[in-house]
Nanobody, 121 residues
């Protein structure tokens, strides 16, 4: 089992910045993917960015150049640095973890509880 604890959400003005953190604990397999998703009111949850254990990164087009995902493997923590925030970035941001059990060759996935990000003047 893996537990995910997010922090760093809040209220920020348009053009501002926030950094989200997601600390993973428990039994974590070495082949894994960490990601941030978000869900705006009345909309489906969408991928914001992900980073795998090899360091490969992918971003949603709308956040490219503004958001940066990174990970500190020693701390089992993933970060999402968000800059030039707009009201369209408002939503609940969820941390997501997926890893591979190489004994059973099955993927496991876990979600954090979510943290609210509100961009408003």
């Amino acid at each position: 089992q893996v537990q995910l604890v997010e922090s760093g959400g809040g209220l920020v003005q348009p053009g501002g910045s926030l950094t989200l953190s997601c600390e993973a604990s428990g039994s974590i397999f070495s082949i894994n993917i960490q990601a941030w998703y978000r869900q705006a009111p009345g909309k489906q949850r969408e991928l914001v960015a992900n980073i795998n254990s090899s360091g490969a990164i992918r971003y949603q087009d709308s956040v490219k150049g503004r958001f940066a995902i990174s990970r500190d493997s020693a701390k089992n923590t993933t970060y999402l640095q968000m800059t030039s925030l707009t009201p369209e970035d408002t939503g609940v941001y969820y941390c997501y973890h997926k890893d591979l059990d190489r004994e059973t060759w099955k993927w496991r996935d876990y979600w954090g509880q979510g943290t609210q990000v509100t961009v408003s003047s």
